[in-house]
């Protein structure tokens, strides 16, 4: 990039522009930049509104009703307790720990399976096969969230409820923590798979024919050396993935069967999550109950971004294989 | 390749075999709740037929362990759940699932027609006050169409979209002479409609035929429930963005929702039935057995049936 | 000789496991997209793609009939086709696209009297006609009750073949169609990516070709990168905090509408964009730009003729992952385009993408799973078809360059 200017400083010092184009080339500049502004000033903007909007049930008394208080909010294990519209006792502490647990157990199920189809793809399959499950991996990423919660509430609903009389256990229409977990994984499958596989692919030849060189069968290498290897670029794939899962809202409103109060750790009970939570109900446009949804956008955004720090912090510790 | 197609069935099959299998019904198992979210209009009169009103916005009075769904979600969750209870409204039941006898009375339109099925709300509407129109010819036409929910016509419209109507005798061809609006060509009027989403299926056929027959008026839908109907014509945010012409509610008017002379009234009953799964031995609940169910006096099905 | 047999079951083992765990993506590809097909197809058919959602009514009147019709009920028509020889019209039951039981119009004979019926909304329409496929909704009489669709086929006609006049005949088009929410979609695509691209396109350029490296550029940067982390319902309650107010207050607007949800898709789209455009960017060599400068063009023209048309390809791709994101993102939407289905569409009202339009039908009363389900399939054709273009788009660039 200097390397560009300086030439860029050269050539003008050479020739010498009129100043009409000069002005144009200004503007023109202007005009990036102030793209690039209103680019990166989004973030702020959603920060800002939804505070703005998530705040008040805090600082303000809500009609008459009182103000939310926020350390029962945030560490409360029933959603409401009194009626709609007219109680200011709501928790979301329970929706928390219900959202972390989800996407965690989302993660495990979703992470070995698709660090393993990636390496099948990456370094097994014959190239014929690969193609087609990568074109498999683009569709399943490209499903959109509504199909994959009609599916979830016509199969995995049934599969779920039916599994849980196989345990003798009586689910709610297989409205539970496993349904939502598996439709979870399901829809983090493709992102973990697709990264994942990039992070292998990366993996310098030079550390491969090593491991080869030195008697390794080639599946060993696979498994020992490469998957080793890559595991910093896999762990930022479930990175992505959990992020993805956290955030997820129409598909899992539809199967979690949401729960008001928490919080659930048993897998065939009901559950809710935090963007579960935002989506129910919202009907009126004015009202504690419509802003209190603000509220748990802002919880759900901390927690995302909490998330997101700890398990960096984690990459960092375990991941000294950089790979780009 | 071929360990490929082997492991593919083999997972196919264990799934199967997972889904499979039927058993008796058994009494003994809990009972599991489904009900709507508290916004909504069919929760309110369903809490209101079984006597337990305070539960209509209150989650946390309804027994542990119950499942929020929408309208869809009970009635394929109860195809589903052999030990689930939940409820919708009369035009949405099917075969599907079983709906139940309410004090022994079968929830039929015959029966609700004839007084005898007592779970039932009323569909109510609401214009703005007649001097708060922005012009005549909107108000005209508003006042078309509530006349025209009372004629066979609208009571014909009402009965194919599975609510009951109240009797009426006037068709409106017996009554248009009156509604000189209706002869002109209203294309450019439109009219806002709104408030109870329970209402929206019935207000969008109302309106769908009532339009033609008033000049091609043009009717605009924003169902965002029962609370709003009133609020929009002549509460707290009739002049806001979201003001309507006539607004909906699928439950009485509140004490806080009392319009001028001549705006409110209603327009059809509507009969809520709770359902269960088809291999439920129950046939048959009274209101203080749903009562005690929601509130979770009853915890298995075997203290209900004995 | 042991060992490496051991070794040998071992590898194989391991070998099965990922061959097992890639056959679950396929399974499970393969099971959505059965799903969605066993339950959405019965539905699919150009109608469906054409109709409206809400049907159009219409109310036909009849006085004095004089002479009625003498067509023996044809051969063609089943005995699910009901049929009444004084009105020469046969009557059908089936479930409309909303699983509700209508009646429909399956045969009129040409001696039909019912073609003498006139439009009592506008009498001076002479080309008012009942048609094959029309819906009759009821028939009103003069001195008995109405015979109404949810009574049957069979009652309708016996109770119409019974009379020799009737008030009124109100009959419909087939409503449940989807034209209205493919449009709002093409709409939403349009106006988004009119957003979205230049802005994107720009804010790459810049970071690409003239910011200079050092911290603001990088807090710039990561400022962008933060959104990709956002969900979708965040950024529908911003669309629902900021785009909807701000369209309600400048535009004719009274509610969220299609011009609030694509400003919100834009927002989400930006960082994609925005990465994808830079990254083709990147691509173009160096050479290029130098030879271009050397030649003596500006920096802002030899972007635009030399580094930008280079980059297309990238863009187009990015284009075509962008629409396929719109055509998916419902959480957004139902915060900042609303869940009203429409017919008249106007990029000012609300409106229901495809994937809103699902989401308006599950949750509905009655719910609507099969016409749900042909939704989907659509979307996923419509995905599978964006896929493929962008396979070939970027193998074409790859051959170019």
Redesign the interface.
Known sequence: MDFIKKQFGKIKDLFHFNSKKEVVDFIIKLFFLISTIVSASFIVIIIVFITKEGIKPFVTDNGGIGSVNLVRFLTGTTWLEGTAFKSNLYSVGFIIINTLYISLLSLLIAMPIGVLTALFIAKIAPKRLSEILRTVIELLAAIPSIVYGLFGSGIILVFVYNLAKVFGVQSPGGNSVLATVLVLALMILPTITALSEVAIRSVEKDIEHGSLALGATKTQTNFKVVLTSAKSGIFSASILGIGRALGEATAVSLVAGNARSGPTLSFFQTTSTLTSTMLQGLKETTGIDYDIRFSVGIVLMVVILLTNAGLNFVKKRIGNVHVK | MKKLVLLFSLFLTGTLVACGGAQEWDSSSNITLYTRDTSSGTRAGFMSGIGFDEAAEDDSLLADGFVIKDNTGILTSMATDEYGIGYISLASLDNTVKGLQFDGVAPTIANVINNTYGLKRPFNYVTRSLDDFANDTERDITLAFIAFLQTTDGADIVTNEGAIPLSSSESWDDIKADYDICLQDNSAVTIKFGGSDSIEKIALALTAAFAPKCGNFVPEHDHTGSSDGFKRTQGSEKDGDNYKHVGFASRPFKDTEVGTEGTQGQLAWDAIVAIVHLNNEVTNVTPEDLKKIYRGDYATWEQLLS | MSMSSK??R??NL????????????????S??VV??FK?GSGLINLDLITNDY??Q???GGIENVTSFSNTPKPNILTEEDYYSLKWGIALTDDIDREGKPIIIVSYIAEDSPLYQMYD??NLDNDSFAIEVENIV??I?FYDKD?T???YGAQHMINELDAESEF??M?F?SLGGGIRGSLITTLYTIGLTLLFAL???I??A???NE????NRLTNI?RS??E??T???????G??GL??FVPLT?RYTPA??ANILSGSLTLA?IL?PVI?RSTEESLKVVP?DF??AS??L?A???QTTFKVVLPSALPGIMTATLLAI?RI?????AL??AI?T?IKD?ISIFG?STTL?VH??SL????????EL??TI?LI??MI??I??ISV?LLSRSYLKRV
């Open positions: 070794r040998k071992i590898d391991l070998q099965i496991i990922t061959y097992g765990a890639a056959s679950v993506a396929v399974i499970i590809l099971l959505i799903f969605v339950n809400h049907a009514y219409y109310n009592k909304n909704q009821s009103k109405s109404l669709s949810i008030r009124e109100v419909t230049p802005v994107g720009f804010t350029i810049y970071l003239f910011a200079k490296k710039i400022m962008i933060m959104l982390g956002v969900p979708s319902i965040i950024f309650l911003m905090a900021v309600v009274d509610s927002v930006l925005i160096d730009r130098f400068l050397a003596g500006n920096s802002t396929g055509i998916g993102e419902s959480a139902i915060f609303g009203a008249d609300k994937a699902i989401w599950l949750t509905d009363e009655p719910a609507n799973i749900a389900s989907s979307i996923l995905v599978l964006l896929n396979k």
